[in-house]
């Protein structure tokens, strides 16, 4: 199946600072999006992006499907920002049935 | 916004009792997905119906694992009996996958500890 990394694991910042995840994905995909996984366990869907460039606030997402990756970017983080970030990516195949496979996450901790 | 609802929010059960976890997907939404949560295998794919048909299931334990949506509106998932291995957190998705350009909606998981 398909390979989905995510880097860095685990991510420290100062309030204010600005940060990048990056998501590698093995093989072509139809579909990618970006969780937050905030400290109360909720999976909240931030970009469906599986090509292109979007953003919405203080976030925005790239993804470069020819070169198999995808990176979140995250400005002027604040504490509300810590959680786990997953990438998770989806490829269609005929007769296949469908499924998000997902990374491992990273950890990202804001300081106040 | 349209969410995705499940229900209980937590479940603190006995070894060998039943759990049913039941999620309401949002509304036009054809394509709902189990997905389980654990420290140790991340997340997990347990289950995926499509306009309600189960196609897939191999994520599952059969033998003690089931998933139903009896209508549109309702999907459950059921354990029995439960073991303590079975304490994860378990989340429904939904989405509509006949347009073109979609994503899943999480619903808020169902935090099941099994003592």
């Known amino acids: 199946g398909i390979q989905v990394e995510q880097s860095p694991p685990d991510l420290i910042l100062q309030e204010g600072a600005n940060s990048t995840l990056r998501c590698n994905f093995s093989?072509?995909?139809?579909?990618l999006q970006w969780f937050h996984q905030n400290p109360w366990g909720q999976l909240i869907n931030l970009f469906y992006?599986?090509?292109g460039t979007k953003q919405n606030g203080r976030l925005s997402a790239t993804t470069v499907a020819t070169e198999r990756y995808s990176l979140l970017y995250i400005s002027s983080s604040q504490t509300t920002d810590s959680g786990v970030y997953f990438c998770?990516?989806?490829?269609?195949?005929?007769?296949?049935?469908?499924?998000?496979?997902f990374g491992s996450g990273t950890q990202l901790t804001v300081l106040p | 916004d349209a969410r995705v609802t499940q229900t209980p929010r937590h479940k603190v059960t006995e070894m060998g009792q039943e759990v049913t976890m039941r999620c309401q997907p949002i509304?036009?939404?054809?394509?709902v997905f189990w997905y389980r949560q654990t420290m140790m295998q991340g997340l997990e794919l347990l289950a995926y119906?499509?306009?309600?048909?189960?196609?897939?299931d191999s994520g599952m334990p059969k033998d003690r694992f089931s998933a139903e949506m009896p209508d549109a509106t309702l999907a459950t998932l059921k354990i029995q009996p439960s073991e303590p291995r079975d304490s994860a957190v378990y989340f429904c998705?939904?989405?509509?996958?006949?347009?073109?350009?979609?994503?899943?909606?999480f619903g808020s998981g169902t935090r099941l500890t099994v003592v």
């Open positions: 509304l036009g939404h054809n394509t």
């Open positions: 093989d072509s995909v139809n579909n």
């Open positions: 119906f499509r306009n309600r048909a189960p196609l897939d």
């Open positions: 998705a939904s989405g509509f996958t006949d347009a073109p350009n979609y994503g899943y909606t």
């Open positions: 998770a990516v989806e490829r269609l195949r005929l007769g296949s049935a469908r499924q998000l496979t």
């Open positions: 992006i599986p090509s």
